[in-house]
């Protein structure tokens, strides 16, 4: 597959989407980063702003298998992940997998559930596998999580850990929709009785597993020059050394940088990174992996202000 042709699904795949969800082009293409970079994606937003239906709405047209979990405060981590669970008929443990096992999964309302079972999701997101009673269980190579979750200061919410989060490419603020989208939403969804699947707006898949494989495969060989990897690396480093940061972003970070770059570049239709593409994909990639300092709090200061001004700072390559 060439560049030109990743640059024709990822077209597709939009318009395709657009048919049941309306706005959310960046958040869009986040996903079909996410996906061509072998990335996961975590959504901030209110409830109501679609986050449900448009990862719904992008699993068929990628032609990916679709699990959801609803997650609430008595999850445990073994309703994720499944269980080896003893049959009194035949006196044997049977394996029951989780609905972890599938290729898109929904983790909607993350953050409702304790750290403990949100930690169910670590090896999954980091290795691709599930480890059930010492044995090692492998998931999809397309396995993808797209977690959604509450603003933090809503009631009834727990912090994710940083070491979770570290594992999300991207992190995106899913807002309101302007006047103009809201009025489409009413018109359009408005005249439905019921909520509708995917399949019920005419969402019809554009890929299968052989095209996803061979776009990722194109992704990877895109061509990352010695002045954009030395950004990167500054970038990364250059969050480590602000007075208004407690913590800042891992060497992984840096990494996953570089692969989203590439798929953001291949979505453009372009064999080559420019700067560009990582100072646009800089701030969902790096807002949930830094910590302000407690003065930068009682200050005010926004994590996404912070970012931009080390974005500021830092001289992209020509």
């Given at each position: 597959?060439?560049?030109?042709?990743?640059?024709?699904?990822?077209?597709?795949?939009?318009?395709?989407?657009?048919?049941a969800?309306?706005?959310?082009?960046?958040?869009?293409?986040?996903?079909?980063?996410?996906?061509?970079?072998?990335?996961?994606?975590l959504?901030?937003?209110?409830?109501?702003?679609a986050?449900?239906?448009?990862?719904?709405?992008f699993?068929?047209?990628?032609?990916?298998?679709?699990?959801?979990?609803?997650?609430?405060?008595?999850?445990?981590?073994?309703?994720i992940?499944?269980?080896?669970?003893?049959?009194?008929?035949?006196?044997t443990?049977?394996?029951?997998?989780?609905?972890?096992?599938?290729?898109?999964?929904l983790?909607?309302?993350?953050?409702?559930?304790?750290?403990k079972?949100?930690?169910?999701?670590?090896?999954?997101?980091?290795?691709?596998?599930?480890?059930?009673?010492?044995?090692?269980?492998?998931?999809?190579?397309?396995?993808?999580?797209?977690?959604t979750?509450?603003?933090?200061?809503?009631?009834?919410?727990?912090?994710?850990?940083?070491?979770?989060?570290?594992?999300?490419?991207?992190?995106?603020?899913?807002?309101?929709?302007t006047?103009?989208?809201?009025?489409?939403?009413?018109a359009?969804?408005?005249?439905?009785?019921?909520?509708?699947?995917?399949?019920?707006?005419?969402?019809?898949?554009?890929?299968d597993?052989?095209?996803?494989?061979?776009?990722v495969?194109?992704?990877?060989?895109?061509?990352?020059?010695?002045?954009?990897?030395?950004?990167?690396?500054?970038?990364?480093?250059?969050?480590?050394?602000?007075?208004?940061?407690?913590?800042?972003?891992?060497?992984?970070?840096?990494?996953?940088?570089?692969?989203?770059?590439?798929?953001?570049?291949?979505?453009?239709?372009?064999d080559?990174?420019?700067?560009?593409?990582?100072?646009?994909?800089?701030?969902?990639?790096?807002?949930?992996r830094?910590?302000?300092?407690?003065?930068?709090?009682?200050?005010?200061?926004?994590?996404?202000?912070?970012?931009?001004?080390?974005i500021?700072?830092?001289?992209?390559?020509?």
């Amino acid at each position: 597959m060439t560049v030109e042709e990743v640059k024709a699904l990822g077209q597709a795949i939009r318009a395709e989407i657009g048919k049941a969800v309306i706005g959310h082009d960046a958040t869009i293409d986040l996903l079909l980063i996410a996906l061509f970079a072998g990335g996961h994606i975590l959504l901030e937003g209110p409830p109501g702003t679609a986050k449900t239906l448009l990862a719904h709405a992008f699993a068929r047209t990628v032609g990916l298998e679709f699990g959801r979990i609803q997650f609430t405060p008595d999850l445990m981590p073994g309703d994720i992940i499944g269980a080896n669970l003893f049959d009194f008929q035949t006196s044997t443990f049977t394996l029951t997998r989780g609905p972890i096992f599938t290729e898109l999964l929904l983790a909607d309302e993350i953050n409702r559930t304790s750290p403990k079972t949100q930690a169910a999701l670590l090896e999954a997101m980091q290795e691709r596998t599930v480890t059930i009673d010492g044995e090692s269980l492998a998931l999809s190579d397309r396995f993808t999580v797209v977690a959604t979750q509450n603003p933090i200061e809503q009631q009834g919410v727990y912090p994710l850990p940083e070491a979770q989060l570290d594992r999300f490419l991207f992190k995106q603020t899913v807002s309101y929709p302007t006047a103009e989208e809201e009025r489409r939403i009413v018109a359009d969804h408005g005249a439905r009785s019921a909520a509708m699947s995917p399949a019920d707006w005419g969402i019809e898949a554009r890929a299968d597993a052989a095209t996803i494989d061979a776009a990722v495969r194109t992704v990877a060989n895109v061509r990352l020059v010695d002045e954009v990897i030395d950004y990167i690396v500054a970038l990364v480093r250059g969050t480590r050394d602000v007075a208004d940061l407690e913590s800042g972003a891992s060497p992984r970070a840096g990494a996953m940088l570089a692969g989203a770059a590439r798929a953001r570049a291949a979505l453009d239709g372009r064999d080559f990174v420019i700067p560009d593409d990582v100072k646009t994909l800089a701030p969902a990639l790096l807002r949930h992996r830094l910590i302000l300092s407690p003065a930068a709090e009682i200050g005010g200061r926004a994590i996404e202000d912070v970012v931009a001004q080390i974005i500021e700072t830092i001289e992209a390559p020509r």
